[in-house]
């Protein structure tokens, strides 16, 4: 969806609508969709700069990052975002810290669609979890530790002492 930036009515244009993205679109390769992206947008233009104030919600299938069990991920983030024309960035030697939060359209269009997806995957955590409890898969049976069918005793060495190890002899 192009939001021509001429065309933009001075009070701004309230966009709520539903975003279909195919998984292969997201950062995260193993999310699947459960339900299409919902979007609550208010585009303004203020000067040159545009303003977009949103929502973004939907529910995610990911695979635990520990476990690889599949789980529902509910996502609710708010964004409020400024873009400028690409030509006032062109100008500059140094960007200030200002212009660090600032994104840059070109064409003077803004392409709505990507700002939501761009949204979508600043949501996704760096390694999805189904719980911050999860134990994951045993590294001796591969069974899942939290089922309780695991009764491997996994002895860890404290690898400071591993170099020690081949110091001492065996005294039997």
């Known amino acids: 969806m192009l939001i021509d930036i001429d065309r933009l009515p001075k009070e701004g244009i309230h966009v709520s609508r539903d975003f279909e993205f195919l998984s292969v679109e997201l950062v995260e390769e193993n ?3 459960l339900e299409p992206t919902r979007a609550d947008v208010l585009v303004q233009r203020v000067g ?3 303003w ?3 929502r973004v919600s939907s529910r995610l299938s990911f695979v635990c990052s520990r476990c690889l069990t599949p789980f529902e991920f509910p996502i609710d983030s708010k964004f409020d975002l400024v873009y400028m024309p690409e030509e006032m960035a062109a100008g500059k030697d140094e960007l200030n810290d200002e212009d660090m939060d600032r994104m840059f359209y070109s064409d ?3 392409d709505l669609r990507s700002v939501i997806l761009e949204q979508l995957n600043l949501t996704f955590p760096p390694k ?3 719980s911050e409890a999860c134990e994951g898969i045993c590294a001796v049976c591969g069974e899942l530790i939290r089922d309780g069918t695991c009764a491997c005793l ?3 060495s404290d690898f400071r002492f591993e170099k020690l190890k081949f110091l001492v002899k065996d005294k039997s």
């Open 31 to 33: 999310a699947v969709f």
């Open 48 to 50: 040159e700069e545009i």
């Open 52 to 54: 977009i104030k949103g």
């Open 108 to 110: 003077r269009n803004i």
């Open 128 to 130: 999805p979890l189904c």
């Open 154 to 156: 996994v002895k860890e």
